[in-house]
């Protein structure tokens, strides 16, 4: 068994949770904050067969947006005024990690 953790942005929060809930994979979400882009992320944690972890991880592909954001500047103690001009920054839909699980149990 493995836990896979998937950092979605709220923007696709709704379409992953759908699709993977149909697909028969129950999740956990956690409302989580990144520091750097402001439209929020929540941390959703999987617990899949090892089997089924590929299929996990094309449901949540095909389910998230890859999209450029504009984001204002950095503030910053230097003098310079290309720190405060807006950056445009390609925000990812997901991000995900999977760990091995040693042991599992319903309590």
Do not use: C, H
């Amino acid at each position: 068994m493995k836990l896979l953790i998937a950092i979605v942005s709220n923007k696709d929060l709704a379409t992953v949770l759908s699709a993977t809930s149909v697909e028969g994979f129950f999740s956990t979400k956690i409302s989580t904050a990144g520091q750097f882009l402001q439209d929020g992320q929540t941390t959703i944690l999987f617990g899949v067969q090892d089997e089924r972890v590929d299929e996990l991880y094309e449901l949540i592909e095909k389910n998230v947006t890859k999209r450029v954001v504009r984001q204002k500047g950095v503030e910053s103690t230097l003098e310079g005024s290309l720190l405060k001009k807006p950056v445009d920054v390609e925000e990812y839909g997901a991000v995900a990690f999977v760990i091995d699980v040693e042991d599992f149990r319903k309590l």
